[in-house]
Nanobody, 126 residues
């Protein structure tokens, strides 16, 4: 059974930083592309950042470019999201998602990812 478990969320002031981590169980992460998504109250879930299975290619939503960095450690079966210079608009529940490397890495739609974590809350105060 595939499980993705996020951690690292919390409350931070604007301009601060948080590091989210996604740990995989039941799969070998190196065979999967991984994405981070977020969902704010009343809004649709949106793509934030993605990383190719080998870590060599990363991509970001325009709203987080230059502030967020996605990385992975396949030996530890983890994918992290370093979030710097946080803004109140970054407040949301953040989700980790994974899909087989047989699928396109660049398709960032939510339906492209069959495996999801339970989410972790990030709140940025102004």
């Amino acid at each position: 059974q595939v499980q993705l478990v996020e951690s690292g969320g919390g409350l931070v002031q604007a301009g601060g930083s948080l590091r989210l981590s996604c740990a995989a169980r039941g799969i070998t992460f190196s065979g999967y592309h991984v994405g981070w998504f977020r969902q704010a109250p009343g809004k649709e879930r949106e793509f934030v950042a993605g990383i190719h299975r080998n870590g060599g290619v990363t991509y970001y939503a325009d709203s987080v470019k230059g502030r967020f960095t996605i990385s992975r450690d396949n030996a530890k079966n983890t994918v992290d999201l370093q979030m710097n210079n946080l803004e109140p608009d970054d407040t949301a529940v953040y989700y980790c998602a994974a899909k087989s490397s047989y699928l396109s890495a660049t398709n960032t739609g939510t339906t492209a990812y069959p495996y999801w974590g339970q989410g972790t809350q990030v709140t940025v105060s102004s």
